[in-house]
């Protein structure tokens, strides 16, 4: 199916108050947010390819708080949007893998756990794709973001090459592996339909 069909499709589910003019999206400050750390993702890879590991850390750390960030004020200025429950956890995937994979390339983490946390990523995402296809946004779940948590903490124990990083990365590993469960045992009937 080609591109175009699909993207309509999806972001038919997103609020016709979310839509301004002819198919453009009138972004809250929310979604701005959300939008301003996937922009800044590319800069954290080049300071890591670079060997500035406490600068990326920073930078990490700063992209990291602006999910809180973006949720809170989703919440506190009535900002939900279906384009922000969709873009706002593709954010936070897009910047825990980029930083895995250049941590893989500096030696400082496994691939293999990187490898299952991806696969899981995409796997789950993919899931939210068909949710979205069938008018339904999936809101992040408790045992996803208690996962979220865990892969920051272990990301950033390994920018600092901390003793146990590679264990804390296993344990998220773990978190995610059963939170994809999770989504995929929720969303089961959605599945068998296709």
């Known amino acids: 199916m080609p591109i175009q069909p699909v993207c309509a499709k999806i972001l038919s589910g997103i609020d016709r108050s979310e839509v301004a003019g002819k198919g453009t999206i ?4 929310a979604n701005k947010v959300t939008f301003l750390r996937l922009a800044l993702i590319p800069l954290n890879l080049i300071l890591l390819l670079f ?3 406490g600068l ?3 930078l990490f750390l700063f992209l990291s708080l602006s999910d809180v960030v973006d949720g809170y004020i989703a919440r506190k200025y009535n900002q939900v949007s279906e384009l922000g429950k969709l873009i706002d956890p593709l954010a936070d995937k897009i910047l825990v893998i980029t930083v895995l994979i250049a941590l ?3 030696g400082l ?3 293999a756990p990187v490898m299952l946390l991806a696969a899981r990523e ?3 995402f993919g899931v939210r794709v068909m949710a979205a296809k069938a008018g339904t946004i999936l809101p992040a779940i408790p045992s996803a973001k208690w996962k979220t948590a865990l892969q920051l903490t272990a990301v950033l124990m390994l920018m600092f090459d901390l003793p146990f990083a590679n264990l804390a990365l296993w344990v998220a590993v773990l978190l995610a592996l059963f939170s994809g469960g999770e989504y995929l045992w929720q969303n089961r009937t959605l599945l068998q339909s296709k």
């Open 26 to 29: 009138n972004l809250t400050l």
């Open 51 to 53: 060997g500035l590991n």
């Open 56 to 58: 990326a850390a920073l």
């Open 104 to 106: 893989v390339e500096q």
């Open 109 to 111: 983490a496994s691939s």
């Open 122 to 124: 995409f796997i789950v």
